[in-house]
């Protein structure tokens, strides 16, 4: 599956989802919503989910929305959080015309944790103009949870992609 446009270069590495075991009787109730099986509450996490959240993500970046890509994360479990933000904030000063390509090679669900494996590129303009463009291709891993509307980033890695 190719979503945004032509992918070039994409890095062929094989990422492992290490994610947080389920407790005990972590999968006991089943049901429909959506189209997801929903366990306990929650839906599974499928490769809908993985393209609706990188889209989130590439229309958020492409549009200049600092504040709207922010929003698919849930700052208060992401682990350094503050320099992420920090991180992103400085990208979306430094950068325009940015465009991002994504195409999802593994999604995965272990107890009510959602992870997807996409490979990643991002081409972007100077905001001045001067200087060369920027070029990055990274095999991104992102660890998602349900917040009980939607499911939210908590970790990805690598974090140095919007630098």
């Known amino acids: 599956m190719q979503i ?33 099986v929903q366990t306990q509450g929650q839906p599974t996490f499928a490769a809908a989910d993985a393209v609706r959240v990188l889209d989130g993500l590439r229309q958020a970046v492409e549009s200049g929305s600092r504040s709207r890509f922010l929003k698919a994360f849930d700052g208060r479990r992401i682990p350094g959080y503050a320099a992420f933000r920090d991180q992103v904030a400085e990208f979306f000063e430094r950068y325009d015309s940015v465009r991002l390509q994504y ?18 590129g991002i081409d972007a303009v100077p905001v ?19 917040d009980g509307k939607a499911w939210k980033i908590i970790d990805l890695a690598p974090r140095n992609l919007f630098r």
Do not use: H, S, Y
């Open 4 to 36: 945004g446009g032509n992918w070039r270069g994409a890095a062929a590495i094989l990422v492992g989802c290490a994610l947080l075991g389920v407790g005990e009787g972590g999968f006991t109730q089943n049901t429909k919503r959506d189209g997801n």
């Open 103 to 120: 195409r999802v090679t593994q999604t995965a669900m272990d107890g009510e944790f959602g992870a997807v494996v996409a490979e990643v």
């Open 128 to 146: 001045d103009g001067a200087g060369p463009g920027m070029r990055r291709d990274a095999t991104v891993r992102l660890v998602l949870d349900w």
